[in-house]
């Protein structure tokens, strides 16, 4: 009887260490290792009439513009390696541009394309079931098309060709900067809203999707 009993005690010990693990186990895998973004991203960025064109560079006043206005899309996949650090690539196309105006009137606008792919960290300084914190930081190269777009009777009262119009179009670098960065939301789906500087200076938000 009481070899039963011992029996019974080990038998009942095991099983609630195999039932503890599986506990754990459990919790662990509610970890989401992986993550997809996509956001929506307004805001500023500097130019340089120079690089728009010969037309640009001769004909259109410092006082224009004095910045571009940036609008575009981001796609963002990271792998979580715990509840605080997470990398992985980024994909971000924008749009610039900025009106022209002589003499009071509207004659044309400078617009810029811009595609950048980066590499990008992640860090929570704070990561609750429903709220986050965050900075992140990108880096890659991005490509950049600019050109002006005249109205038609102005270029032909001005005879302005269309190859004075055409501006740069190369890669340089790509820099991300995010601050500040905030998530909420249940644990596979979140909205988010982030502060960028780097290449341009914009507000973007969106939602991501754990898993």
Do not use: C
């Amino acid at each position: 009887m009481k070899t039963k009993n011992f029996f019974f005690s080990v038998f009942a010990m095991v099983t609630m260490l195999f039932a503890s693990n599986a506990s754990a186990q459990e919790n662990a895998d509610d970890f989401k290792k992986n993550e997809f973004q996509l956001g929506v991203n307004y805001g500023a960025r500097d130019y340089s009439k120079k690089t728009f064109g010969t037309y640009a560079e001769h004909n259109i006043k410092d006082a224009t513009t004095d910045y571009l206005t940036e609008f575009g899309l981001s796609f963002v996949y990271l792998r979580n390696l715990n509840k605080h650090f997470a990398f992985g690539p980024e994909l971000k196309i924008d749009w610039s541009y900025g009106r022209l105006e002589m003499n009071h009137n509207h004659v044309g606008d400078m617009i810029q394309g811009n595609i950048a792919a980066m590499a990008v960290g992640r860090y929570y300084w704070l990561n609750r079931e429903h709220f986050g914190l965050y900075s992140k930081l990108g880096l890659g190269l991005e490509a950049k098309s600019k050109k002006i777009v005249l109205k038609d009777d102005f270029q032909k009262r001005q005879n302005v060709k269309d190859e004075d119009l055409e501006g740069e179009t190369k890669a340089g670098l790509a820099v991300d900067v995010t601050p500040v960065g905030v998530d909420f939301g249940g644990k596979r789906l979140r909205g988010f809203v982030e502060t960028n500087i780097g290449n341009a200076f914009t507000l973007t938000g969106g939602v991501k999707y754990s898993f």
